[in-house]
């Protein structure tokens, strides 16, 4: 199983970015999928996480600018990022857990993807 992350870069403060994250291998269904996200010599922290039923639950530092969401048939989850703020700046990490016939459940990290919010 391989996570593909995609969608960070550059954008002035204000603005938005939306981070995409594709599962692929041969899974048999995901469950609850989550963006997270580090800043250089700081723990990851939690962005927010998606559950199967699409419920959601958001940093109290994101809350009414982000936006998780999911799309079981491609095996994704996304993150729409508005009103970003220059502590925002941080490598973003999709988190999948996903059932393997044969070897159930697992988790697995996206190779992560750098947003900077600068001028």
């Known amino acids: 199983v391989q996570l593909q992350a995609s969608g960070g870069g550059l954008v002035q403060p204000g603005g938005s970015l939306r981070l995409s994250c594709a599962a692929s291998?041969?899974?048999?269904?995901?469950?609850?999928m989550g963006w997270y996200r580090q800043v250089l010599g700081k723990q990851r922290e939690l962005v927010a996480t998606i559950s199967v039923g699409n419920s959601t639950n958001y940093a109290d530092s994101v809350k009414g600018r982000f936006a998780i969401s999911r799309d079981n048939a491609k095996k994704s989850v996304y993150l729409q990022m508005d009103s970003l703020k220059p502590e925002d700046t941080a490598v973003y990490y999709c988190?999948?857990?996903?059932?393997?016939?044969?070897?159930?459940?697992?988790?697995?990290w996206g190779q992560g993807t750098l947003v900077t919010v600068s001028s």
């Open positions: 988190n999948v857990n996903y059932y393997i016939r044969g070897r159930g459940w697992d988790n697995r």
């Open positions: 291998g041969n899974i048999v269904t995901i469950g609850l």
